[in-house]
């Protein structure tokens, strides 16, 4: 049976730019900059999660006394400081091609990110995509950021598509988490997934289809990728 999606959610970082070291860097920068030091297993906490489940984890406002919004604003002047250094947004091999793929064959895009609303367009002016997409939902739009579903769920009904003819594209463990319990269909990409000995490493193993990357997906792969056997490896 060749069954192609009927929508597809998009993660944004780690997924299409590869922005989570660079994200992690500069929260890390701006913690230091109050006198507090992130240790291996905090700063691989930021990968994959939303600012809220960030701003909790990393106990912000009783270490600092500070809301979430001091804590993203934080962030983007460091980010502003690592730019003038040649730090940046790198766009991930094939995701441009992706989203091509899907317009082509009049699938409808949403990304779905724990990253805000002003960061996804940022990156979005780096992909040049946006106007393809039919809307985009950020850590603002949603309660409970990744693993929960919420994300993903609220894309799928302001779609109005059933979340089990949805696929997603995701990097993190926490992404993949939040795929799965909305019962969608998960494709894994390990384009910028450290390796298994890094602090920061996802584990990918849940995921309905596991890819080196982006490049040369086909409507094949999608339809296997909504059909084919669990947690096997493209061959």
Same mark, same amino acid.
């Given at each position: ?23 992690? $860097? %500069?929260?890390?920068?701006? !913690?230091?900059?109050? *006198?507090? @030091? ?18 909790? $984890?990393? /106990?912000?406002?009783?270490?600092? *006394? ?12 460091? /980010?502003?400081?690592?730019? /003038?250094? =040649? ?13 091509? &793929?899907?317009?082509?064959?009049? #699938?409808? #895009?949403?990304?779905?990110?724990? %990253? ?20 985009? &939902? =950020? ?11 919420? *994300?993903?769920?609220?894309?799928? /009904? ?17 992404? #993949? ?5 909305? *019962? !969608? ?19 990918? %193993? ?14 094949? &792969?999608?339809?296997?990728? !909504?059909? =084919?056997?669990?947690? @096997?490896?493209? =061959?």
């Amino acid at each position: 049976m060749h069954v192609l999606p009927h929508a597809v959610l998009l993660d944004l970082d780690g997924t299409l730019v590869d922005s989570e070291s660079f994200h992690a $860097e %500069s929260i890390a920068r701006y !913690m230091a900059s109050r *006198g507090v @030091t992130l240790d291996e297993r905090e700063r691989a906490f930021v990968i994959g999660h939303a600012w809220q489940e960030i701003h909790a $984890e990393l /106990k912000v406002r009783e270490r600092l *006394g500070e809301d979430l919004l001091a804590l993203q604003a934080g962030s983007t002047h460091a /980010k502003i400081a690592m730019r /003038k250094e =040649g730090l940046g947004l790198q766009v991930l091999a094939g995701a441009r091609e992706l989203v091509d &793929l899907l317009c082509e064959l009049s #699938i409808p #895009i949403a990304i779905v990110s724990g %990253s805000s609303r002003a960061e996804i367009a940022e990156a979005l002016d780096e992909l040049g995509f946006a106007k393809r997409l039919e809307f985009w &939902l =950020g850590a603002e739009d949603y309660p409970h950021g990744k693993p929960a579903p919420d *994300g993903y769920l609220r894309a799928a /009904k302001r779609l109005a598509i059933a979340p089990a003819r949805t696929l997603v594209f995701e990097d993190s463990h926490a992404g #993949i988490a939040s795929g799965l319990a909305a *019962g !969608m269909r998960v494709v894994a990409t390990a384009a910028a997934n450290p390796p298994a000995s890094d602090p920061g490493h996802q584990d990918q %193993s849940r995921a309905h289809l596991r890819l080196p990357d982006l490049r040369g997906i086909d409507r094949a &792969l999608l339809c296997r990728a !909504m059909t =084919g056997v669990e947690m @096997t490896e493209p =061959g």
